[in-house]
């Protein structure tokens, strides 16, 4: 549909017909945490703290030695955990837990509070919200009865990214005003209300970014941290919440699949020039999987915030902007019946210090989403503090004082889950080519509370046979609407700033289509149907059976078709193991085996060690009676990876954790690898976001201490010596924005057929597309020749030469306009005919560009083993048929 025919209700007619969104429980305004308690509702003095144990809490300021909030000053994580576990040793109201340990070793913390009663009866409490989210076999009176009897449960957590550090410096003075304040107050709310408080879901980020901070006082350093706040993830960690990839991701979804909680606050900090505190309402468009109940609860307690702030005098906040209720990937408790309340709170100066201006800061118009302008020049660190803390106590209230309400939603919400009509179920077809990612996505699903059932005989739904060990998703279960965004194709509405103009920006990506993202077949039936099945209790890889040791003239042979594949490649690296790939497809004894097949020649410790890894992943192995008649590749043995990294990119980040998971054997290139890297790389990833100025300039050793001198820039001589390393032999995969940075090193004739005119005429933040993959080429091995690509802000060209150097077409965008698979996409006709993977040679370098982002988040795993294809492929020797017949021998040379 074009533009006009598609365009919704612009941002600001949506905003005034959201803008009746209302809260019923009244606004508090935030006692000061550095003095003497206060009764907010003006009843009285502060009763004594209720303590427990020999010793008193000490205030916030007391224990840390400057109140929380000052200037320039930062608590830190070695000393708020002590502070943490001595609040649950001493108050009868707070149970210090320990989740475990982080992916760096820290400890990952929460802190439960209540009331001594609650606290008592927390096991029943968490029964009944756990009974009411389930409903299935529970009558309407039953229902009712235990929302009578239970407790809302409010989980907020603070700390995710963590250079936006307001929210979990807050968190300590919540934690004490909750322990010890005995205000009727603070006493209601604890009588009605279980709070989850984490004071930090990213605690490694906390211990690099305040510690940094610490460190550099009193020098000329930068005081922001200014790489990766967690190890492998960053700013994305926060995006994980599909995958679940993360330790810390999957200590959260624990924390929720337990407690089922109504409400999840998720507290941020946004940009100086943001509303003072964000809330929602959020913008449109919310995904259709989470539940209408869900999103009036969260305009409830947004809107409830929005109140609060304003009774209290807070000016400058905002709601309705910027951020929407689409993406999955940032959302997970949507689908398990919490509504998600971000926070965003504008931020300070270099984290700490005041942000000052030469006027009111921020926007200064008012409209039905931010009623009164800020009104002061300045904006603090304790500016932020208080702004938060408001809001966590309305939202506190808007649940407190609705326990009722809050509760029977619970099961309502539950009730419609169990009892839709359509559709019936997904199936997954039992004997995929792809066993690690049907694997993977069970995985995710069991890990998000889904059902699963394997179907025990063959059976028939919507018109199609299925094997026997099939898996069935019931669509009637309560958290389907996690199964059912997953698997099926997103459909972004066309939403304009206004009609006839720009796209409205939607925050995050707009598909997550896991069958597109993994390769695999899932198939939605909408009636129902009658199948033997049990309930899967956990995720195993499927049985394989270990084929007969093939003769001395044979080989192992282990198919591409799984991305898994690369777990076995790199363990058979690692144990110095023969590894080969056959460069064209053949067949024996009526099987037929692809291009890209990888032979082993046999050998004892070939034989068990893929006997292991075959158990390990559910990838079968064959054995093979004589080596095939076709030209191959010899993997280059201990094949050394290198990953360009600049400070704080993102998917390089996301690479090393599926470089660590798989085993590969990579390094981060430093600025002093440069003078010898062919050396110590057989291959170098370059991916999206590395660019001419973060090899070149890359961090100021001025303003950074040595120990980042890895990042420091390498000057025009690296810059030649990484061409040098390329044109010398070397290999260089690129992807993302990081082929137009190839592009510039080594002078690739290629341009962009996308307009640079605005995004009106070409725009695709975040969706699958299609491609046509010349699946005999080794970049593409394993792929199946339609294998979606993944596009977001990306790239797309068109060869200028086809003489400057040798190329190959890896794959492309089919002609025409028909490109969009899932998400949104304006402009697709610009995208026909062009080329998005090549491979070229380039002087006796090796060097393959893709314009998409073949390896974003982990995400897109299928399209990912495209860079270990490429990787791997560049430093291997090429092999003649009758060479490559000759595995058994020690040494096959050319």
Same mark, same amino acid.
């Given at each position: 549909m074009t533009s006009s025919e598609g365009s919704r209700l612009s941002r600001r007619a949506l905003l005034r017909t959201t803008a009746a969104a209302g809260a019923a429980a009244a606004a508090t305004t935030v006692a000061d945490p550095g003095t003497a308690a206060a009764d907010p509702r003006g009843d009285g003095p502060a009763r004594p703290a209720a303590t427990r144990g020999p010793g008193a809490i000490p205030t916030p300021a007391a224990y840390f030695g400057s109140r929380i909030g000052t200037d320039g000053f930062l608590t830190t994580w070695d000393r708020m955990v002590p502070y943490f576990r001595l609040i649950g040793a001493h108050s009868d109201r707070v149970r210090y837990e320990e989740i475990g340990r982080t992916t760096r070793g820290n400890p990952y913390v929460l802190l439960t509070i209540s009331s001594p009663k609650n606290l008592a009866n927390l096991d029943k409490l968490v029964a009944r919200n756990a009974r009411l989210a389930d409903p299935r076999g529970l009558s309407e009176a039953e229902a009712r009865q235990l929302a009578t009897e239970g407790v809302p449960f409010y989980y907020v957590q603070a700390g995710i990214h963590a250079t936006e550090v307001g929210n979990s410096q807050a968190a300590v003075e919540w934690a004490h005003r909750l322990a010890t304040e005995r205000s009727d107050y603070i006493g209601k709310i604890l009588d009605n209300l279980v709070i989850l408080l984490q004071p930090c879901q990213n605690p490694d980020g906390i211990v690099l970014v305040n510690d940094h901070f610490a460190a550099t006082a009193g020098t000329d350093y930068a005081r922001t941290y200014p790489d990766l706040y967690n190890k492998y993830t960053g700013h994305d960690d926060n995006r994980d919440w599909i995958m679940l990839t993360q330790v810390e991701s999957r200590y959260n979804v624990a924390i929720l699949?337990? =407690?089922?909680?109504?409400?999840?606050?998720?507290?941020?900090?946004?940009?100086?020039?943001?509303?003072?505190?964000?809330?929602?309402? #959020?913008?449109?468009? =919310?995904?259709?999987? +989470?539940?209408? +109940?869900?999103?009036?609860?969260?305009?409830?307690?947004? $809107?409830? $915030?929005?109140?609060? $702030?304003?009774?209290?005098?807070?000016?400058?906040?905002?709601?309705?902007?910027? #951020?929407? #209720?689409?993406?999955?990937?940032?959302?997970?408790?949507?689908?398990?019946?919490?509504?998600? +309340?971000?926070?965003?709170?504008?931020?300070?100066?270099?984290?700490?210090?005041? !942000?000052?201006?030469?006027?009111?800061?921020?926007? !200064?118009?008012? /409209? +039905?989403?931010?009623?009164?302008?800020?009104?002061?020049?300045?904006?603090?660190?304790? /500016? *932020?503090?208080?702004?938060?803390?408001?809001?966590? #106590?309305?939202?506190?209230?808007?649940?407190?004082?609705?326990?009722?309400?809050?509760?029977?939603?619970?099961?309502? *919400?539950?009730?419609?889950?169990?009892?839709?009509?359509?559709? =019936?179920? =997904?199936? *997954?077809?039992?004997? !995929?080519? /792809?066993?690690?990612?049907?694997? /993977?996505?069970?995985?995710?699903?069991?890990?998000?509370?889904?059902?699963?059932?394997?179907?025990?005989?063959?059976?028939?739904?919507?018109?199609?046979?299925?094997?026997?060990?099939?898996?069935?998703?019931? $669509?009637r279960q309560p958290y389907a609407g996690f199964a059912k965004t997953l698997l099926e194709v997103q459909d972004y509405p066309q939403l304009l700033e206004y009609p006839g103009g720009p796209p409205q920006r939607p925050y995050d990506t707009t598909a997550q289509t896991l069958p597109m993202l993994l390769g695999f077949e899932a198939d939605l039936v909408e009636k129902p149907f009658s199948a033997r099945t049990e309930r899967l209790r956990s995720v195993e890889p499927p049985a394989v059976t270990a084929p007969p040791a093939p003769p001395r003239t044979g080989a192992y042979a282990v198919g591409p078709e799984s991305y898994g594949v690369f777990r076995i490649v790199a363990a058979l690296q690692k144990a110095d193991v023969p590894t080969f790939r056959a460069a064209a497809p053949f067949t024996e004894g009526g099987r037929s085996f692809p291009a890209g097949t990888f032979l082993v020649p046999p050998s004892a410790a070939a034989r068990r060690l893929l006997r292991t890894q075959s158990e390990k992943t559910g990838i079968p192995v064959r054995s093979l009676r004589s080596v095939p008649a076709v030209a191959g590749v010899r993997l280059k043995p201990h094949t050394r990876i290198g990953l360009l990294k600049p400070p704080n990119n993102i998917p390089s980040g996301w690479l090393m954790w599926t470089f660590d998971q798989y085993g590969v054997d990579y390094s981060v290139v430093e600025a002093g690898d440069y003078p010898r890297l062919a050396d110590k790389f057989d291959a170098v990833i370059m991916p999206e976001g590395v660019s001419r100025k973060s090899i070149v300039e890359g961090l100021d050793p001025d303003r950074y201490p040595p120990e980042w001198a890895w990042a420091f820039g390498v000057g025009e001589t690296g810059w030649r010596r990484l061409r040098d390393y390329v044109t010398g032999g070397g290999t260089l995969v690129s992807f993302g924005s990081g082929t137009a940075t190839a592009k510039d090193l080594l002078g690739l004739p290629i341009a962009s057929v996308l307009p640079d005119g605005s995004s009106s005429d070409f725009y695709c933040p975040g969706s699958l597309l299609r491609q046509e993959f010349d699946t005999a080429n080794p970049v593409a091995w394993g792929l199946t020749g339609d294998n979606p690509v993944w596009f977001v802000s990306d790239d797309a060209y068109r060869l200028t030469s086809t003489s400057t150097y040798p190329v190959d077409v890896v794959s492309k965008y089919p002609d025409g306009d028909d490109q969009l698979l899932s998400g949104w996409l304006i402009g697709g006709a610009d995208l026909g005919g062009a080329v998005n993977g090549l491979s070229w040679t380039v002087g006796d370098g090796y060097v393959v560009t893709f314009g998409s982002e073949v390896g974003f988040r982990t995400w897109n795993r299928s399209e990912q083993r495209t860079l270990f294809n490429a990787a791997y492929h560049g430093p291997s020797t090429r092999l003649t048929a009758a060479q490559f017949r000759r595995l058994d021998e020690k040494e096959v040379t050319p």
């Open positions: 699949n337990k =407690y089922r909680p109504q409400v999840f606050q998720d507290s941020h900090g946004a940009g100086a020039g943001a509303p003072r505190l964000f809330t929602p309402p #959020y913008l449109s468009p =919310y995904d259709p999987n +989470i539940d209408t +109940i869900v999103v009036q609860q969260t305009d409830t307690v947004g $809107m409830a $915030m929005q109140r609060g $702030m304003t009774v209290a005098g807070m000016k400058g906040n905002g709601w309705g902007s910027e #951020y929407d #209720y689409w993406s999955a990937s940032r959302q997970y408790c949507v689908y398990h019946g919490s509504a998600r +309340i971000l926070t965003e709170a504008a931020s300070a100066a270099d984290l700490a210090y005041p !942000q000052k201006g030469e006027g009111p800061l921020g926007r !200064q118009d008012t /409209d +039905i989403n931010f009623i009164e302008p800020y009104d002061s020049d300045t904006w603090t660190l304790r /500016d *932020i503090v208080d702004r938060v803390s408001q809001a966590f #106590y309305s939202g506190i209230e808007a649940v407190a004082y609705d326990t009722y309400n809050w509760l029977y939603n619970t099961y309502r *919400i539950g009730a419609k889950a169990v009892t839709r009509t359509t559709p =019936y179920a =997904y199936v *997954i077809p039992a004997g !995929q080519r /792809d066993p690690q990612a049907v694997r /993977d996505a069970l995985e995710i699903f069991h890990r998000g509370a889904v059902e699963i059932h394997r179907a025990g005989a063959a059976f028939t739904a919507g018109g199609k046979r299925y094997p026997t060990g099939s898996y069935v998703i019931p $669509m």
